[in-house]
């Protein structure tokens, strides 16, 4: 009965949000947005980040609130799956420099046009997917929520990537660790959908050098776009960092309690929107 609940939202955001595009006229790119973040762009039809910020005015305002605890004023952030930069924008007038890495080509015009809106010229934004290799891969233009635009699903056709039949395209693939010079970074923000095994699989240096890492938990997406579970996650995760915080329990836990205390979430399905692992 949930499942069925949940299917009949899904449907009727789709049809909220073609309704709200097709009203505002099919040339209409974005709509821009007054919100806490600064003056955001948003497509007509996302219901996710766009959908908050619409709304409520205001998008991640916790997350960024945790960044800024460890990001000192001279500091440098790497934003991996930047989307509109909801959170690249105001994290950008925090800190020296922002890369912000974007693969939906609609979603990074969309970056470039706030940067340039609210004036933030210390963030460079790239069009690729961080990857564990050279190489384009399959990609998931999502439309309702366009911030879930993922890599393709590696075991299946599920029904909540595919709702709102997003549009299947190749974006090129890179190492982060190749495509980096600098690769020392205070905070680490990553937010890819279910694919940060892929991403973390190709920045061993950069991990390695990198004070914190802010990273989204989703067992749904760890099973059926990346097909892994917590071992696979935590191996390339545990060598670089010895604590991590759980935002959505409250919880500190040390290196020794890694796997346990995420295992025990994947099972249970338990979400959190950024883990933080820190070297302390």
């Not at 922002?98 to 609609?106: G, H, L, Y």
């Not at 190492?175 to 694919?195: H, N, P, T």
Request: net charge neutral; hydrophobic share 45%; proline share 5%.
């Amino acid at each position: 009965m949930k499942e069925f609940f949940q299917s009949v939202k899904l449907f009727l955001q789709v049809a909220y949000g073609a309704l709200v595009a097709r009203l505002v006229g099919k040339h209409v790119l974005a709509m821009v947005v007054e919100a806490e973040n600064g003056l955001i762009a948003v497509a007509p039809r996302d219901n996710g980040v766009g959908g908050a910020l619409r709304w409520r005015g205001t998008y991640g305002r916790e997350e960024i609130e945790r960044i800024a605890q460890y990001l000192p004023a001279d500091g440098r952030v790497l934003n991996v799956g930047s989307h509109v930069g909801s959170i690249a924008v105001p994290v950008a007038k925090m800190c020296r420099e922002v890369i912000a890495v974007e693969p939906n080509p609609d979603s990074y015009r969309l970056l470039k046009m706030n940067l340039a809106l609210n004036g933030v010229s210390n963030c460079v934004a790239l069009n690729l997917a961080a990857s564990d290799a050279e190489g384009d891969i399959p990609f998931l233009m999502n439309k309702d929520n366009s911030g879930g635009s993922k890599r393709a699903p590696a075991s299946s056709r599920k029904y909540f990537h595919y709702y709102d039949a997003p549009k299947e395209i190749r974006v090129p693939g890179r190492r982060l660790d190749e495509c980096l010079d600098d690769k020392k970074f205070d905070v680490i923000i990553m937010d890819i959908e279910g694919s940060e095994i892929f991403a973390l699989r190709g920045m061993p240096e950069i991990l390695a050098v990198s004070g914190t890492l802010v990273v989204e938990f989703i067992p749904y997406a760890l099973r059926h776009v990346a097909n892994i579970g917590v071992p696979e996650f935590l191996d390339v995760i545990e060598p670089h960092f010895s604590t991590l915080t759980i935002p959505s329990k409250r919880k500190r836990v040390t290196r020794p309690m890694f796997r346990a205390v995420l295992t025990e979430m994947f099972n249970k399905n338990e979400n959190d929107a950024g883990l933080i692992f820190r070297k302390e």
